[in-house]
Nanobody
């Protein structure tokens, strides 16, 4: 499956962004999805994950309460709504897909995700 992210940009602290990831060439409805991010000089980290069914979801500690992950299986798209952005959120954000037979399975382990997008840059200024 091919994943294409969009929606990144340059914003000020406190503002919001919506990232989108469109999947093609595969069965999106069988994929648990995730957003990861990598800041300069840091390792890539899981930001949010969502199961095939849409619930449950997982959020990293630093984004809990500010970010929302959701999916529209009819549009083969997963979204990341980001509110109250902070300079520490500056990173390249990647969309990833994990194919699973279980509707409620999700993971924060990068190695379990077989498909990745090229990423979209999010820059937050103070």
């Amino acid at each position: 499956v091919q994943l294409v992210e969009s929606g990144g940009g340059l914003v000020q602290a406190g503002e919001s962004l919506r990232l989108s990831c469109v999947a093609s060439g595969g069965t999106f409805s069988r994929a648990s999805m995730a957003w990861f991010r990598q800041a300069p000089g840091k390792e890539r980290e899981a930001v949010a994950t969502i199961t095939i069914s849409g619930s449950p979801t997982f959020y990293g500690d630093s984004v809990t309460g500010r970010f929302i992950i959701w999916r529209d299986n009819a549009k083969n798209t997963v979204y990341l709504d980001m509110y109250n952005l902070e300079p520490e959120d500056t990173a390249v954000y990647y969309c990833a897909a994990l194919y699973s037979e279980t509707y409620y399975y999700t993971s924060t382990a990068e190695e379990e995700y077989s498909s990745w997008g090229l990423g979209t840059q999010v820059t937050v200024t103070s």
